[in-house]
């Protein structure tokens, strides 16, 4: 049976296992055994255990832990990366709606590769694309996405975005200060198609399967983007699939002074519309009050931090402690790729620092392996996969990622969560695994010629650039005082809670 790849153990042997299980056992001189994409064993060396059929490899001086986990991504940022610099989200919107144009399936099929390499070079084995395609979610960009993460071999769930409202009609602008001439070109704007968007969806997720690496959830975005049909059919289709849901939620307060003050707030509606439940991961939640808080732990969900992308586009800052005193996982996703580093030990970092400025109580602080464990949990509960990543034990899917510990990031060796939460930023990373194949050998992407998708990706980026009309750069600039106006005059508002950081 040696060459029946079904069969095959691969036998990962010698280095420092850390298995994040619920022991937090460490095997010094470890071995982990795969087959079928599953984990056998995890323990101590074990030549006993050996066939002579058995792949070994050598993993002495390594550091071998679970593959890490992205909470949240835009696949199509990926190609765009150093195009922001000190927008807030709004402006930033206004740029990507004002230049953005449709990408055809080979260029939504790129910018997923690109970003899911990225992410395997840096221990990143399981991710979130919060999958955005314009002007609506359609059946070819969703299978170019899926085959952009499939043929790199990373583990994905993607979330269809959409959302029915004009962006013009989510945000408290003084319409008075817009050019008319922009008003009606947002009035004209087509309104993407709520029926057709389910239809995709109803024979996206009938193609789920409990054990394919990639899955198909919903992505409808927060309630200020959706009309009040929308948000009732998405109900619907949750109460018939219950195939879980991921959506931006507070993340500005733009956005949270839309909810009406007198009714119920977001996420209150979404959880009495069906919408959200414990499949569902709301991301970034800076701006949410106690409520918000209190329907978020009654609905079971996961939030998903983006420390990195928060303070880029100076969203503020998500009360994250107290998320964790009322009971609620908190995953770490990256965001876009042009709204900060793709690396998810960042993105750990500076959200574990972050929550050092929101409680003076330092007892309180989470420490090392509080984050790591929330990254890794919250993580793949978010993606649909519970105990199943995450972790290195019996019955998990193999998803491994081994680091070199001889670099000068980690020697001396002090204590190992420490090392990796507070020095690693993923160039450790030598060897990946996902669902038990590698993908990552000796610092290289194995599926695919990555100088080739760079320069494919090059290519596609400055074709792209050439495309934009002078009038969309005239559009930016039109309404470039309204939306400042509006951004500052709405952070002076008094609203009741405080998510920015004033220095007397
Ligand atoms: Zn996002």
Redesign the pocket.
């Known amino acids: 049976m040696a060459n029946d790849k079904e069969n095959e153990v691969i036998c990962l042997r010698g280095g420092t296992v850390m298995t994040f299980d619920d022991e937090d056992r460490v095997f010094e001189n470890g071995e982990i055994r795969i087959c079928g994409g599953e984990i056998i064993y995890v323990g101590p060396s074990s030549l006993d255990k050996s066939s002579d059929d058995d792949t070994v490899i050598d993993q002495t001086g390594r550091l071998i832990i679970p593959g890490l986990i992205n909470a ?3 696949s199509y940022s990926s190609l765009l990366k150093g195009t922001v610099e000190r927008d807030p989200l709004d402006l930033y919107m206004l740029s990507i709606i004002a230049t953005g144009s449709a990408m055809s399936p080979r260029e939504i099929e790129v910018a997923a590769s690109l970003d899911a390499v990225s992410m395997l070079l840096t221990g990143v084995t399981g991710v979130i694309d ?1 999958y955005s395609e314009r002007p609506a979610l359609s059946g070819d960009g969703l299978k170019a996405v899926r085959r952009g993460f499939e043929r790199v071999g990373i583990r994905a769930t993607i979330a269809t975005m959409f959302a029915d409202k004009p962006y013009i009609d989510t945000i408290p602008i003084n319409r008075e200060t817009v050019p008319q001439e922009i008003l009606d070109r947002y009035a004209a704007q087509p309104v993407p198609d709520a029926a057709e968007y389910f239809a995709i969806m109803e024979q996206a997720v009938a193609m789920n399967s409990a054990d394919s690496p990639t899955r198909v959830i919903l992505g409808v975005d927060g309630p200020q983007r959706c009309s009040d049909e929308l948000i009732e059919m998405t109900g619907d289709f949750q109460r018939r699939h219950h195939c879980g849901l991921h959506t ?1 939620m507070l ?1 500005t307060k733009t956005q949270a002074v839309m909810a009406d003050r007198k009714g119920p707030g977001f996420v209150r509606r979404m959880l009495e519309a069906g919408i959200i439940d414990e499949k569902s991961s709301l ?2 939640f800076i701006w949410a009050d106690d409520d918000d808080i209190a329907a978020a732990r009654e609905g079971g969900v996961t939030v998903i931090h ?1 420390p990195a ?1 928060n303070l880029m586009l100076g969203a503020g800052l998500s009360p994250v402690l107290r998320l964790r005193d009322a009971g609620i996982p908190v995953a770490f ?1 990256t ?2 790729s042009n ?1 900060g580093p793709p690396s998810l030990f960042e993105t750990m970092r500076m959200g574990c620092y972050l929550m050092r400025l929101t409680d003076p109580d330092f007892e309180k602080w989470p420490d090392a392996p509080e984050v790591l464990r929330s990254a890794y949990r919250s993580g793949s509960r978010a993606m649909g996969w519970n105990e199943k990543t995450g972790v290195l034990k019996n019955g998990a899917r193999a998803d491994v990622v081994s680091l070199d510990q001889g670099g000068h990031w980690h020697s001396p060796m002090g204590d190992l969560k420490r090392h990796l939460l507070h020095y690693e930023n993923g160039s450790s990373v030598s060897d990946v695994w996902v669902d038990g194949m590698q993908v990552v050998k000796n610092k290289e992407i194995t599926a695919l010629d990555l100088d080739g998708l760079l320069s494919e990706a090059q290519d596609i980026v400055l074709r792209r650039r050439d495309m934009v009309p002078a009038k969309a750069m005239e559009a930016i600039e039109s309404q470039y005082p309204a939306f400042r106006n509006m951004i500052l005059e709405t952070l002076k508002d008094g609203f009741g809670i405080e998510r920015r950081v004033t220095l007397n």
Do not use: F, I, N, R
């Open positions: 949240h991504t835009h919060h931006h993340e991301v970034h983006c992308s996703g965001d876009g709204c």
